[in-house]
């Protein structure tokens, strides 16, 4: 897991979820339930529920990734050192 080692998403896992959240929006516009679309995409009704909210206040847009939260402290070699 990476939370315990590094603290957040890689870049594949952030796409990944930013898909998810983009596909939910067309459900929002389609008028699809909450209850509905977590189902469908295997997440918690919370999560449905603050994308919505996102979508309505900033559309679309506002479901996009925006980036790593914080920058990585440590090089990929001090990362392979302390794992050894």
Do not use: C, D, N
């Not at 997440?43 to 529920?49: A, G």
């Not at 939260?69 to 990929?76: M, N």
């Amino acid at each position: 897991m990476r939370y315990g080692q590094r603290g957040g998403y890689t870049p594949a896992e952030q796409e990944r979820r930013e898909r998810v959240r983009l596909q939910a929006a067309e459900w929002f516009e389609a008028g699809e339930s909450t209850k509905t679309i977590a189902a469908r995409l295997r997440v918690h009704e919370r999560s449905v529920t603050r994308w919505r909210k996102a979508w309505r206040e900033g559309g679309t847009q506002a479901l996009l990734s925006k980036g790593p939260v914080s920058k990585e402290k440590l090089s990929a070699k001090q990362w392979q050192r302390l794992e050894t």
